[in-house]
């Protein structure tokens, strides 16, 4: 089937989208949710098992303690109520990546309620309604072989792993999110980013999406303007904070085309493809009811002492949003500056950098023009382009010292993000070194003079302004290797005439 997508502006114009986001986060204890199995990522197939995690008869769970500290400190940092007293629920369904044939879940009485997050889109702040975090157990993963795709369909073999059974994972799940409009895609991305840090800060998980300990299921849904909310789709495999964006503008375009073609929205999961940025469709949703819920009867009900909670609350570190407030001040930069780092995924980059000895201007500088450029243009995150905060830092350092000018310092930073060493060894492998061998500049300065007389003339009768021409004759002979203040300022020397 081949549709034409109507134009983004034209589907926000007459629709209004409403999104939510369920993150699941893989949390980072040494050991399993309810047997002392590592958990450590990798690993031989099979070898992290035991009968607990493996589901046999008559094992039985216990909760671990660092799972549940971990979860009350994320609820207590998304601004949720702490449940007093709750119960873990058995979620029946069938699959080969889950042993026992159940995952012990939260159903009715999550461990945490009602919070909220606040992120920064376009200048303004968005809350964004938290309705519960609870903690559940992570599946194994299975492996389709022999066909063409790596999926299911055309494989000769499935291969289960069960390293990842039992791991701790928390749900994150907000309330739907209407009014954002044409912002909708840019507000998901940010919400993702946003609960990544806080998650980062509390130092809980690694929450790496490319490694999965992140993972994003995006809802969306259109509806006319003053209507009823539309039927939601669940758009799954969505692997990084720009896929997040990408899959909801692509799933509001194609809504709004079956809309527009008077078709309705099925309830199903879809998934996500990087390579095309679109979505296919998965399987027809399941309701709460298929999932035969319970309390799950071999484990004790969670009730945390309220003196505990409070002393975990009132020892959360600093948080993301605080932390950046208080960047922006060190920094001096204006709202919409720290608006343009934050864009860039820079803050972190920025902040590693000024540790690593240079200014904030000049971090920012490098991390926003160059980098952010590079990162573009490969279409990766400024994190991954391949410089680290620290070459940066030597970089900054070598055209403090006058050992690079700003063109050779450019041209060495291609070369760091292109892996070819750090910026000392690029300079010396390159031959970028500015010439600073005074003698040597004299030399091609004096050729300069004799070989361009009228413009010399110029220069000695006042037109200052003509330095120019000669400063470029130099740079000629001298590849660019000059720093052009020190060569206008000889050449001016040489000619006898005051800057
Ligand atoms: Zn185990």
Redesign the pocket.
């Known amino acids: 089937m081949t549709t034409t997508l109507p134009a983004y502006d034209e589907v926000v114009a007459r629709y209004e989208p409403v999104i939510g986001l369920e993150t699941h986060v893989e949390l980072g204890t040494n050991t399993?949710m309810?047997?002392?199995?590592p958990t450590d990522f990798g690993g031989e197939p099979n070898t992290?098992?035991?009968?607990?995690?493996?589901g046999l008869p008559g094992s039985l769970p216990v909760a671990n303690k660092a799972a549940i500290e971990a979860i009350i400190r994320i609820g207590l940092a998304l601004n949720c109520s702490i449940a007093e007293w709750c119960r873990f629920a058995r979620k029946n369904y069938f699959y080969p990546d889950m042993p026992k044939n159940f995952q012990i879940s939260q159903y009715d009485e999550p461990i945490c309620v009602d919070g909220y997050l606040d992120v920064e889109v376009g200048g303004e702040t968005v809350r964004i309604e938290i309705e519960r975090v609870h903690l559940e157990e992570d599946t194994g993963k299975t492996l389709h072989v022999g066909g063409a795709t790596g999926r299911i369909h055309g494989a000769t073999e499935s291969l289960v792993d069960y390293n990842r059974a039992?791991i701790p994972l928390v749900e994150i799940v907000t309330k739907p999110i209407p009014g954002t409009g044409a912002l909708a895609p840019e507000v998901a991305r940010a919400y993702v980013t946003e609960l990544r840090d806080v998650i980062r800060t509390l130092g809980v998980s690694d929450v790496r999406m490319e490694e999965g300990s992140l993972r994003c299921d995006v809802n969306t849904s259109l509806n006319l303007p003053g209507a009823e909310w539309g039927t939601r789709t669940e758009t799954k495999n969505v692997n990084s904070l720009r896929s997040v964006e990408r899959a909801v503008r692509s799933e509001m375009l194609r809504q709004a085309s079956v809309l527009d073609a008077g078709g309705r929205i099925t309830q199903e999961t879809r998934h996500f493809h990087e390579d095309t940025g679109d979505t296919t469709p998965g399987r027809s949703k399941e309701t709460a009811t298929d999932y035969r819920y319970f309390p799950e009867p071999d484990l004790v009900p969670i009730a945390p002492d309220p003196a505990w909670v409070a002393e975990l609350k009132a020892a959360l570190p600093e948080l993301p949003r605080v932390h950046r407030r208080r960047l922006q001040q060190q920094w001096g930069l204006s709202d919409l500056d720290m608006q343009s780092v934050l864009n860039a995924g820079a803050v972190e980059l920025i902040e590693a950098t000024v540790a690593a000895g240079t200014t904030p201007a000049a971090a920012r500088k490098w991390w926003l023009g160059e980098l952010s450029r590079r990162a573009n243009e490969s279409g990766v995150e400024l994190a991954e382009i391949g410089a680290t905060p620290a070459q940066v830092a030597e970089l900054q350092g070598l055209v403090d010292a006058g050992k690079l000018n700003d063109k050779m310092a450019r041209t060495v930073l291609e070369g760091v993000v292109d892996g070819e060493g750090s910026p000392t060894e690029i300079m010396t492998n390159r031959g970028l070194e500015v010439v600073s061998d005074t003698g040597a500049l004299t030399v091609a300065v004096d050729e300069a003079i004799a070989a361009n007389p009228a413009i010399a003339d110029k220069i000695r009768s006042g037109k200052v302004a003509a330095v120019g021409a000669l400063v470029g004759a130099v740079m000629k002979t001298t590849r660019g290797q000059a720093d052009a203040k020190t060569l206008r300022e000889l050449i001016l020397e040489r000619l006898g005439v005051q800057g």
Not at 34 to 37: E, H, I, L, N, R
Not at 48 to 54: D, E, F, M
Request: aromatic content about 8%; glycine content about 16%; charged content about 15%.
């Open positions: 399993k309810w047997c002392g199995c992290r098992v035991c009968p607990v995690c493996l039992g």
